[in-house]
C-alpha cells in the first residue's frame, strides 16, 4: 500500500471533513451496504445548480469514511452537472484506470485498483451523491441489494 494513500485515507477516516448534519438540505440520501455494514446518509444544499453544502454521517468502514470526506472537499461549489463524469472518472480510476486531474485528491483512492474487494465501500459515496441529485432517499453499492 502506497504511503500517500495510507495517510490520505487515515488522515480523512481519523479526522473526517464535512462530517455532520445539515440544518436545511435540499437533497439527501441513505446509502447502505449491507454486506459490509456500511451505512452513510448524505445531505446536500443545492443552490442555482451548484452544490453549496455537503454533509455526511452514518458508521462506515476506513475507505467508506474518507472517500467521503475527500468528496465533500472535491464537490464543494461544483456545478451539479459535473458530478456525473467526476463520478465516471473516479469509478474508471478505482478499476485500474489512469488518473484525471479533476479527481484532485480523490486519485490516492487508485490503489483500490488493487483490492476489488473494497472498490464498493468507495463507491458508496458517489452513489449517494448521485442518488441524492436524483431525489432517490436510498442506494446501494451492493451488486443484489435486498
Known amino acids: ?8 485515507v487515515l488522515d480523512h ?34 443552490e442555482q445548480d451548484h452544490i453549496v453544502d455537503y454533509a455526511f454521517r452514518g458508521e462506515c468502514c476506513a475507505i467508506a469514511t474518507a472517500t467521503a470526506s475527500l468528496l ?6 461544483l456545478a451539479v452537472d459535473a458530478v456525473a463524469p467526476l463520478q465516471q472518472a473516479f469509478a474508471a480510476l478505482i478499476a485500474g484506470g ?3 486531474p479533476a479527481l484532485g485528491d480523490l486519485a490516492a483512492l487508485a490503489e483500490l485498483a488493487s483490492y ?19 431525489g432517490t432517499p436510498r442506494t446501494t453499492t451492493e451488486k443484489d441489494p435486498t
Open 13 to 46: 477516516h481519523r479526522a473526517p471533513r464535512r462530517r455532520g448534519h445539515l440544518a436545511a438540505p435540499s437533497h439527501a440520501c441513505d446509502g447502505v451496504n449491507a454486506l459490509c455494514g456500511d451505512s452513510l446518509r448524505l445531505e446536500l444544499r443545492v
Open 72 to 77: 465533500g472537499e472535491r464537490v464543494l461549489g
Open 1 to 8: 500500500m502506497s504511503a500517500l494513500y495510507r495517510d490520505i
Open 116 to 134: 476489488p474487494a473494497r472498490r464498493k465501500c468507495a463507491l458508496l459515496p458517489w452513489a449517494a451523491l448521485a442518488a441524492a441529485l436524483a
Open 98 to 100: 489512469e488518473a484525471d
